[in-house]
C-alpha cells in the first residue's frame, strides 16, 4: 500500500519528493499528499512507459533545480526554495510542468473535503453545475412584448 505521506509507492518505485505534494495550498486545506495525488498520478502513468518516463523525468528536473539553487534535495529544501525551483521547472519545461500539475490537481480538487474547504474560503459551491441555485421567480409579464405583436410573415396560399 502506498504511503500517502511520502508520495512514495514502492511497487512502482515513483519517488515524489516529500515537499512537492506536502504543503497545502492554502491554509486550512489538505496537502495535495493528503489527497492522494501522488497514488493518483503514478498509476495512471504506470501502464504507459512514456508518461512514466515523462513523469520520473520531472520529478529528477525539479530535483535538480533545487540542488542547483541550494544544494540540497528538492525534498531537504526551505519552502521559499521548493516554490523556486517549481518556477524554474516550469519555465525550463512548460509542458511536462503542466502535464504533472493537471494530475496532481485532477486528484486534488475533486475530494470532497478540498471542494468543502473551497466553499468555506469562496462561497462557491461545486455541486451548482449539477444542482443548480435559488432564483428569483421568473416575471411571465416580460412575455408580453414578444407575444403582442402581430405575425411577422405570411400565409401562403
Known amino acids: 500500500m502506498p504511503d500517502s505521506g511520502s508520495g512514495r509507492d514502492p511497487a512502482a518505485g515513483v519517488l515524489f519528493p516529500p515537499g512537492l505534494l506536502g504543503e497545502p495550498a492554502a491554509p486550512g486545506r489538505p496537502s495535495a499528499a493528503d489527497m492522494g495525488a501522488a497514488e493518483y498520478t503514478d498509476g495512471l502513468c504506470s501502464p504507459s512507459p512514456a508518461l512514466r518516463a515523462a513523469l520520473i523525468s520531472a520529478i529528477a528536473r525539479l530535483n535538480a533545480h533545487a540542488i542547483e539553487m ?20 516550469e519555465s525550463a519545461e512548460p509542458s511536462i510542468f503542466d502535464f504533472v500539475r493537471g494530475l496532481v490537481n485532477e486528484a486534488y480538487y475533486p475530494a470532497p473535503v478540498v471542494l468543502a474547504a473551497l466553499e468555506h474560503a469562496t462561497g462557491w459551491r461545486s455541486g451548482n453545475a449539477l444542482t443548480g441555485s435559488q432564483m428569483d421567480p421568473f416575471d411571465e409579464s416580460l412575455l408580453e412584448r414578444v407575444r403582442s405583436p402581430p405575425p411577422g410573415y405570411r400565409a401562403a396560399s
Do not use: I, K, M
Not at 70 to 89: K, M
Open 70 to 89: 541550494s544544494g540540497n534535495a528538492f525534498d531537504s529544501c526551505a519552502a521559499d526554495v521548493r516554490v523556486e525551483a517549481s518556477h524554474a521547472l
